[in-house]
């Protein structure tokens, strides 16, 4: 089945730093990557995604990036700010009927003042 | 205007007792589900509804009942708790079986003791 790694699993940036973080998949058949991000004590929410025949897409200081060959996939934030602070999950899914999203195991971001 | 809600919020037990969950969302999605977080942020998958019919179920324990009445509910029983059932339970749903967006519930953090 499809194995989703993700690193680093803590990430501490200065404020204004930009941070990265990456996915490894296993299926090459995945085709749609979507990262959530879920505050302390709320629901995870999607922040942006990506499918397979793009390589990358950007959404003001957030972008993601995709490599299909290499199969890994990478979320960028630029210019971060204290609400950036949040725990990271990015997630992979295979287009067909029965299919379903895995999820990487979660990167806790906090941003220094 | 909730989109995905869920009942109770909190729910402490104890060991041996039979508990339920409730979910409803108002998206008019097709497709719902239940996901189990781990103390340590685990995101996976439990159940997928499409419809009122199950299409996805991991390796579950039996004591885990899913029940979808019709498609914008589905509530989820447990029998037997036990420690290791200790986590929050998110309920989300998408747009058809598909996938792709995941729309969470609040979750609901249930403690076993």
């Known amino acids: ?113 | 205007d909730t989109a995905v809600s869920q009942t109770p919020k909190y729910l402490v037990t104890q060991m041996g007792n039979d508990k339920s969950i409730k979910c409803e969302q108002n998206l008019g999605h097709d497709t719902m589900y239940w996901y189990k977080q781990d103390s340590k942020k685990f995101l996976k998958i439990m159940f997928s509804y499409n419809n009122k019919e199950l299409i996805i179920n991991e390796t579950v324990p039996n004591r885990f009942s899913p029940k979808s009445p019709d498609k914008a509910h589905l509530n989820l029983h447990i029998n037997s708790l036990e420690l290791g059932d200790s986590a929050v339970y998110f309920c989300a749903s998408s747009m058809d079986r598909f996938q792709e967006t995941q729309y969470f519930g609040p979750g609901t953090r249930l403690l076993v003791l």
Do not use: M
């Open chain 1, 1 to 113: 089945g499809e194995n989703v790694e993700q690193h680093p699993s803590t990430l501490s940036v200065q404020e204004g730093d930009s941070a990265v973080i990456k996915c490894t998949y296993s299926d090459s058949a995945s085709n749609y990557f979507p990262w959530y991000k879920q505050e302390l004590g709320k629901r995870p929410q999607l922040i942006i995604d990506i499918r397979s025949n793009v390589g990358e897409k950007k959404d003001q200081r957030i972008a993601v990036t995709l490599n299909k060959t290499a199969k890994h996939f990478s979320l960028h934030i630029t210019e971060t700010q204290p609400e950036d602070s949040a725990v990271y999950f990015c997630a992979v899914h295979r287009y067909s009927s029965a299919s379903k999203i895995i999820f990487g195991s979660g990167t806790r971001l906090s941003i220094r003042p």
